[in-house]
Nanobody
Framework: QVQLVESGGGLVQAGGSLRLSCTAS????????MAWFRQAPGKEREFVAG????????GYADSVKGRVTISRDNVKNMTHLQMNSLKPEDTAVYYC??????????????????WGQGTQVTVSS
């Protein structure tokens, strides 16, 4: 059983920063491709950032590129999402996801096997 627990969400003013964290309860965490997705009310879940098993490969949605950095710590079984210069349109529930089928990362939510419960990020204007 794989459990993913997100933390670090909250309310922040536009232009501010947040650091989201995801802790995985799983053996061989380094075998999993990891990603962050987000879902705003009335919208589909969308890819934010992904990272390969050893961190050598990362990818970002165009909407966050240059403002967001994904990282992972395979010793602590954690992945992080550093978000800077936040905008009101970044408001959403952010989800951590883990893929068994790839040690790289996928941009579709269909590529992930395990999901966290989500953490709310609200950016006020």
């Amino acid at each position: 059983q794989v459990q993913l627990v997100e933390s670090g969400g909250g309310l922040v003013q536009a232009g501010g920063s947040l650091r989201l964290s995801c802790t995985a309860s799983v053996r061989a965490f380094s075998a999993y491709g990891m990603a962050w997705f987000r879902q705003a009310p009335g919208k589909e879940r969308e890819f934010v950032a992904g990272i390969s098993w050893n961190g050598s490969g990362t990818g970002y949605a165009d909407s966050v590129k240059g403002r967001v950095t994904i990282s992972r710590d395979n010793v602590k079984n954690m992945t992080h999402l550093q978000m800077n210069s936040l905008k009101p349109e970044d408001t959403a529930v952010y989800y951590c996801a883990a893929s068994v089928s790839t040690s790289w990362f996928a941009m579709s939510p269909l590529g992930y096997d395990y999901w966290g419960q989500g953490t709310q990020v609200t950016v006020s204007s």
